[in-house]
């Protein structure tokens, strides 16, 4: 059984950080390119960064420069560290894998930043 489950989230005052966790189960972890997106509200979910399984990294231009994306493979969990944050960056933050034509999401954490 496939699972992502991301962790992490949680309300934070502007400029202050967070660091998610996506722990994966039930697939070839390592051959698998992750991603997390977000979604706020009344808004696409858009794709914030992503890890292929050599551990090349691409991010948005929203979050370049803030956000830190790595894996680890033996453990099989992808982290998001989160520095900066920004209102603009509430939203629920989700764990994606893919590969060979499958994919998954997780159940999605949320994140709010606000004074």
């Known amino acids: 059984q496939v699972q992502l489950v991301e962790s992490g989230g949680g309300l934070v005052q502007p400029g202050e950080s967070l660091r998610l966790s996506c722990e994966a189960s039930?697939?070839?972890?390592?051959?698998?390119?992750m991603a997390w997106y977000r979604q706020a509200p009344g808004k696409q979910r858009e794709v914030v960064a992503k890890i292929d399984g050599g551990g090349g990294t691409n991010y948005a231009d929203s979050v370049s420069g803030r956000f830190t994306i790595s894996r680890d493979n033996d453990r099989q969990m992808v982290l998001l560290q989160m520095n900066s944050l920004k209102p603009e960056d509430t939203a629920v933050y989700y764990c994606?894998?893919?590969?060979?034509?499958?994919?998954?999401w997780g159940q999605g954490t949320q994140v709010t930043v606000s004074s």
């Open positions: 039930g697939f070839a972890f390592s051959l698998y390119t």
């Open positions: 994606y894998a893919y590969f060979g034509g499958y994919d998954y």
